[in-house]
């Protein structure tokens, strides 16, 4: 298949500590084709930003990719090195982060932070990267972008310093955009402001986006396929029907469960219970087995395995297991 | 936003003139409270000093007003006479000896600062590794020894044993010791400072935003963590080349440089009293505006990190 | 997913029974608890895991031993000249050599302790006057700390704990001390002090066989060094008061002092205590420099900065005179330095300077 641009094959990545190993993702799978918006949910310490970093190996000691594959367009990025990386960074795969406030270089200028990603994969000479650096801002609507490109940081509002990151991650107009949690710390308002822009950045300019995040509500309106992780495990992925209409894991069930919906204002909000588990001491069989409403005693004892529900849906939960053992 | 500075830099500057008034003040009455000072007037004083203490400072006249007129005159910089060296007014004597030491403290402070910023990023970078180690373990020596060790030690092995360098400052190459023992202590704390700088720089997301752009971790760490990892470094500046000058006290003595520290040693083993008050109150302005301009500076880089 | 190591596939074979609702016992179960230790007992655990600083403690230890118990047994002491009162010139003895009057006493048969590392100018034994000024340099340090924590803590907790304007206040107090040049401050204490003792109404007293350097080094630091100690503190309340413990304790209807003691000092102790233990060395570090001036110790009383200083005339003739004082300075406050950086790196990771 040449439509598959991104391929993830049983990453693993532990983050060794002193007092052990964190497997904070945990035999990951997953493909993403070409323009494809592939969206990761779970709450935090669930392990997706571990793998977006994964993907880019911009990992901070003590993490490490201890085993499994990563492939883009065919070439396997674990293990290829340093400089190999490097012109992958942000020419071919390019990341926005969280928190617009803390991800700019407060002593530099938006301009130079700007051409310096341009310079950097392009032939282009600085009074040219200047110039594509105005395009830039102006492409992710930032108005007076002369003016802003001399400016710094702390100068901008939240909302247009994320729009510059937008512009620096698209500089190159990379193949694949990670977003990890872009509109987690914006006011609710220029939240929509932003997937507004990203959604159609991604139609002009043909990219894929893995939109990584814990509010459901993004995934909806934006992406086409869903990954769902916890405790660093994948436990279930499908289409965004397939995972908000048949939910096919318990985790996954609790975590719809849990947002707001607004068609229907009777529904009672369940929030799950208990608290995410320590990652330091996973259980020996299903880690969201403790917290789980309908746990069974091998839910406890073993981890389940991956059942195909559909050609695009599958969930790892003993429950699928039992229904179908019921039906046989 | 430049209201806000000025109103910063208003306040601060109030402070300082305050600070400067109290040591004034503490000054004016040790000297008072001092048996064997020319105030009350001890031993040893020839009565033309004498007298001229009298009109100077009005001794005949209370306390308060003798007090107000020490004011005026500090205001001035006029310190009155040397009671040691005979003849001479004290500011000229602190402005001549200042010179000296401010030359060599200036060079040590510019050593220090380069070579901490140097070794503390490389530390940084190198960190866990045999070089960082090497690093931590000197540094954690150097800021226990005190200057006047460093400097003895100097003395006993460069001149005495291996005769490389003169143990007089006056000789061709006789302020390489002075200078070396006066950076070594403020180099192992820049050091250590800009290590746990770059450290902490480094766990910063603009950090990852730079790789995650692609570029080389050198390239990363060069441009992107150093700059900002000398921010802090700024504010240690102005209370480390304060520590230069007063460090120089007893360097000084032992290299027999004719700087203030030195002047001021003799003048504490003189009862030079008008001298003594002097060269403190002159330090304490030294002192108070490197602090002082430090800050601000520090203040005005700062705005653009300061995100709240 | 394929090849997953640790899945077991639901295969034919899997017992039904496997497949019934988990009770709330058994949930819990398998959370595995990992041993939960206490702050204290962690903190030690990897204070004691660092082996510089335990060896730094030893050694440190050692240098403290030697100087307390030393004195106790050792024939000489520090301001007996062992050489005859009328002789003049070249008293000075090397390393294990005796004076003219003590080889006398051995040709007639008498066993004279030699002098180690010789003796002074005055004839004095070099050994115990250094080991002296080791005693005199640990008490000032111990001392200067003790003062500095107890005027910290009263300060600190009592700002912090009434907060509002008095607090305000008693911080602007502890911002202009802390902006007085202090080097230069101690100096003008001392010099003034040393006058007013040995010239004025003190003189005679205790405080001048004591001496008065000493005691202005004590004032000094009681009047400028607490500061550091009083914003610790102060933060320390401030951040516990809001704490639950607190709250529930004042809703029993506790009284302030008792909060404090009960509740914020214990919370605050770890922090006060490392920061107490890297003021020893610091004070042992200016009570060198002074009396390198002249400042310190009263004369015939010895200290190591004093020693250092008065041996330089001798450092080409006897290098040994001024090795043997700065060594003991340097290995008292590298050891004790490094007792405390174990100690913030094992109890405060907060605090941590650039981590090892």
Same mark, same amino acid.
């Not at chain 1, 310093?161 to 710390?185: G, V």
């Given at each position: ?10 990453l693993q990545t532990s983050f060794l500590v002193k007092s052990g190993e964190v497997k904070a993702a945990n ?18 310490g669930?392990g997706?930003s571990v793998t977006a970093y994964s993907?880019l190996q911009i990992l901070q000691n003590p993490g490490k990719i201890v085993g499994g ?9 674990v293990n290829?090195?340093e ?149 660093g ?45 320590d990652m330091l001491s996973l ?46 | ?123 940084a970078l190198k960190k866990d590794t045999?070089?960082d180690r ?36 006056? *000789? ?5 010791? %002075? &200078?070396?023992?006066? +950076?070594?202590?403020?180099? $192992? /704390?820049? !050091? ?6 770059v450290l902490d720089?480094l766990t910063q997301?603009?950090i990852r935003?730079?790789s ?5 971790t ?6 992107? *963590? ?5 921010? %802090? &470094?700024?504010?240690? +500046?102005?209370?480390?080349? $304060? /520590?230069? !000058? ?63 | ?33 990992r ?11 990897r204070?004691?895991g ?295 790196d094992?109890?405060?990771p907060?605090?941590r300077?650039g981590g090892r």
């Amino acid at each position: 298949m040449d439509s598959i641009l991104l391929k993830v094959e049983n990453l693993q990545t532990s983050f060794l500590v002193k007092s052990g190993e964190v497997k904070a993702a945990n035999e990951i799978s997953f493909t993403l084709k070409k323009g494809e918006a592939l969206g990761i949910v779970g709450e935090s310490g669930s392990g997706k930003s571990v793998t977006a970093y994964s993907i880019l190996q911009i990992l901070q000691n003590p993490g490490k990719i201890v085993g499994g594959s990563i492939a883009l367009n065919g070439q396997e990025l674990v293990n290829s090195g340093e400089s190999v990386m490097s012109r992958i960074r942000g020419n071919k795969i390019s990341m926005i982060f969280q928190d617009p406030m803390t991800s700019l270089n407060p002593v530099f200028t938006v301009g130079n932070q700007l051409t310096e990603a341009i310079m950097l994969h392009t032939k282009r000479r600085k009074a040219q990267a200047r110039e594509r650096s105005v395009e830039l801002l102006r492409l992710v609507g930032i108005n007076e972008p002369k003016r802003r490109v001399k400016q710094y940081p702390h100068e901008l509002s939240g909302g247009m310093r994320q729009r510059a990151m937008i512009a620096m991650a698209i500089a190159c107009e990379p193949d694949i955009l990670i977003a990890d949690e872009p509109t987690t710390a914006l006011d609710v308002t220029v939240q929509a402001q932003i997937l507004e822009l990203m959604k159609s950045l991604q139609e002009q300019l043909g990219m894929a986006i893995i939109m990584i995040t814990h509010d459901l509500g993004v995934i909806a309106g934006m992406c086409e396929r869903v990954i769902v992780m916890y405790a660093g495990r994948i436990v279930e992925s499908g289409t965004v029907d397939e995972i908000f209409y048949a939910p096919a894991h318990e985790y996954t069930k609790g975590l719809l469960k849990s947002i707001p919906s607004i068609s229907d204002e009777r529904q009672r909000l369940i929030p799950i219970a208990g608290s995410p588990v320590d990652m330091l001491s996973l259980p020996k069989g299903c880690a969201f087995a403790p917290r789980c409403d309908c746990a069974m005693k091998i839910c406890l004892a073993s981890q389940p395995a991956q059942s195909r529900i559909s050609e695009t849906h599958s969930a790892s939960c003993w429950m699928n297991e039992k229904g179908r053992l019921e039906n046989a | 936003m430049d209201t806000k500075m000025l109103a910063y830099i208003a306040k601060r500057l109030l402070f300082s003139v305050f600070t400067l008034f109290l040591i004034v003040t503490i000054t004016f009455f040790l000297m008072h409270a001092i048996p064997s000072s020319p105030f009350i007037g001890g031993k040893a004083l020839t009565p033309t000093v004498m007298k001229q203490l009298e009109m100077k400072f009005g001794l005949d006249k209370p306390l308060g007003e003798q007090y107000i007129i020490y004011l005026k005159n500090t205001a001035r910089l006029d310190f009155g006479m040397s009671t040691f060296h005979k003849g001479r007014k004290v500011i000229d004597l602190i402005t001549i000896t200042f010179k000296v030491s401010a030359k060599i403290g200036l060079i040590a402070a510019a050593i220090a600062l380069a070579s901490g910023i140097l070794l503390g990023s490389l530390a940084a970078l190198k960190k866990d590794t045999i070089v960082d180690r090497l690093i931590i373990v000197l540094t954690t020596a150097l800021v226990s020894l005190p200057n006047f060790l460093v400097a003895i030690m100097m003395l006993w092995v460069f001149s005495v044993m291996l005769h490389w360098l003169p143990p007089r400052a006056g *000789a061709p190459g006789g302020l390489v010791m %002075p &200078i070396v023992s006066l +950076a070594l202590y403020p180099a $192992a /704390y820049v !050091t250590r400072l800009m290590r746990s700088s770059v450290l902490d720089v480094l766990t910063q997301d603009y950090i990852r935003t730079a790789s995650a752009k692609g570029l080389s971790t050198s390239k990363v760490l060069l441009k992107h *963590a150093v700059k900002n990892a000398i921010i %802090p &470094i700024i504010t240690y +500046a102005g209370p480390m080349i $304060a /520590y230069i !000058t007063t460090g120089s006290f007893v360097v000084e003595q032992i290299f027999s440089i004719g700087g203030l520290g030195n002047f001021f040693v003799r003048a504490i083993q003189n009862s030079d009293y008008t001298m003594i008050m002097g060269s403190t109150i002159y330090l304490s302005i030294v002192m108070l505006s490197m602090t002082l301009l430090c800050d601000i500076l520090y203040k005005v880089v700062d705005k653009r990190i300061d995100f709240s | 997913m394929e090849n997953s190591n640790n899945t077991q596939k639901a295969t034919l074979h899997t017992d039904l029974s496997m497949f019934e609702l988990a009770t709330d016992e058994e949930k819990a179960q398998s959370v595995l608890l990992r041993e939960s230790t206490t702050f204290f007992k962690d903190g030690m655990r990897r204070f004691i895991g660092n082996k510089v600083s335990i060896t730094a403690l030893i050694v440190f230890a050692a240098i403290a031993l030697i100087a307390i118990i030393v004195p106790v047994f050792y024939p000489y002491d520090y301001e007996t000249t062992s050489a005859s009162a009328k002789s003049i010139s070249s008293i000075y003895t090397k390393p294990m050599e005796y004076s003219k009057r003590e080889q006398e006493a051995i040709n007639a048969g008498i066993k004279v302790f030699p002098h180690i590392f010789g003796t002074d100018e005055l004839g004095r034994d070099y050994a115990a006057r250094v080991i002296y000024g080791t005693r005199i340099s640990l008490m000032v340090g111990a001392v200067a700390a003790f003062i500095v924590v107890v005027i910290g803590i009263i300060y600190g907790s009592i700002s912090g704990y009434l907060g509002g304007r008095a607090d305000l206040f008693m911080m602007r107090i502890v911002d202009v001390v802390y902006s007085l040049p202090d080097m230069l401050v101690i100096i003008l204490l001392s010099v003034s002090l040393k006058d007013i003792i040995l010239n004025g109404k003190l003189a005679g007293t205790w405080v001048t066989k004591f001496g008065p350097g000493l005691v202005s080094i004590f004032i000094v630091f009681g009047l400028l060094y607490w500061v550091g100690m009083a914003r610790l503190v102060r933060g320390q309340v401030l951040a516990l008061k809001e704490r639950e413990f607190v709250l529930a304790a004042r809703a029993f209807g506790a009284k302030p002092m008792w909060i404090i003691r009960k509740h914020m000092i214990p919370n605050s102790l770890s922090v006060i205590f490392i920061s107490a233990a890297l003021q020893v060395p610091s004070a042992i570090f200016t009570e060198s420099f002074l009396s390198f001036l002249g400042l310190g110790v009263a004369i015939p009383m010895p200290s190591l900065g004093s020693l250092a200083s008065s041996s330089l005339g001798q450092i080409a003739a006897r290098p040994y005179m001024i090795v043997i004082p700065a060594t003991a300075i340097f290995g008292i406050i590298l050891t004790l330095n490094l007792v405390g950086n174990g100690l913030r790196d094992a109890f405060d990771p907060t605090q941590r300077e650039g981590g090892r």
